[in-house]
């Protein structure tokens, strides 16, 4: 077996690159889960489910009636299985109508906020701590996306905390901008459980949301920070290695909006080499900006 003492630094870091992209972004439950318990629990389900029930005495030979051959040859018809308590009620297209007619009612930023809060159709908000909304103000015209909360967004209830938010100050900074110049959010609003990556459906739930959010704002330009995020507005299946960097127009809503790409902090903990790459971006990002906004 390989450990990491055994690899050098760079094959560590494509090592890192390749969990990167394949959606690995944390190796560690929050909690301790005892599996041996979970597995004795479905267990002991399973052996009560199949354990005989007690015969009700037969009544006497003369109060005793005939069956019916008819309805003793019908098979029994097993109950429905409730439904799973943390499934919404209603199918995928009606949700997306839902959070569209939802985004679209919505004449500000602070009616969007009240709306995100108040919809209850996407499964992933049954399991999320808190619906993470846009933080700063929309007046510096300058908006930054990233792709869905941590777990220390989800605790704190605002994006871009803990130590990648930290670190996504500090290169802000370095360009001139603050945190609360600007206005920092997420394409999801709710974080999957287990950091894993949200489905098909619950991305086209939750795509209302951050398209009315952006139209709301009209910033002069986007940052986007991650894979999932430059896939999503780019439209594209490479990896943000190959999207970074990159100026590109993405229409929202009717109006046209120059956005580029970069890595996410997250990633820069994980692999630090790569953050002369996100400085080129963010170079980039600060030329175009000029100094009508940075002053």
């Not at 990159?246 to 903990?269: K, M, N």
Request: charged content about 20%; overall charge neutral; some cysteine.
């Amino acid at each position: 077996m390989i450990s990491a003492s055994d690899l050098t630094p760079a094959e560590l870091a494509a090592l890192l690159h390749f969990h990167a992209d394949a959606g690995v972004d944390w190796l560690l439950e929050e909690q301790p889960v005892d599996r041996f318990a979970e597995f004795e629990a479905m267990r002991a389900a399973r052996q009560g489910a199949r354990a005989p029930q007690p015969r009700a005495e037969a009544p006497p030979p003369a109060a005793k009636a005939q069956p019916d051959r008819r309805q003793a040859a019908k098979p029994a018809v097993a109950s429905p299985a409730p439904a799973p308590r943390n499934t919404p009620a209603i199918p995928d297209e009606q949700a997306v109508e839902q959070a569209r007619f939802a985004a679209e009612s919505a004449r500000s930023l602070g009616e969007l906020k009240t709306a995100l809060e108040a919809f209850s159709s996407c499964n992933l908000k049954n399991s999320a701590r808190s619906t993470i909304f846009a933080s700063g103000t929309a007046e510096g015209r300058v908006m930054v996306i990233g792709p869905m909360p941590s777990a220390d967004d989800d605790r704190e209830g605002a994006p871009f905390a803990g130590r990648a938010g930290l670190l996504l100050d500090k290169m802000l900074a370095a360009i001139g901008l603050q945190r609360d110049n600007i206005l920092l959010t997420n394409v999801i609003p709710w974080r999957p459980p287990g950091n894993r990556a949200p489905s098909a459906p619950e991305i086209e739930i939750c795509r209302p949301f951050i398209e009315r959010q952006i139209a709301l704002a009209e910033p002069k330009a986007l940052l986007l920070l991650g894979n999932f995020t430059a896939r999503h507005f780019f439209g594209s299946a490479e990896t943000i290695h190959g999207l970074r960097g990159q100026w590109r127009d993405i229409d929202i809503l009717g109006r046209t909006i120059p956005a580029i790409a970069s890595l996410h902090p997250q990633e820069l903990l994980t692999a630090p080499i790569n953050k002369r790459l996100a400085w080129n971006d963010l170079l980039a990002f600060k030329n175009h900006l000029g100094a009508e906004i940075l002053g």
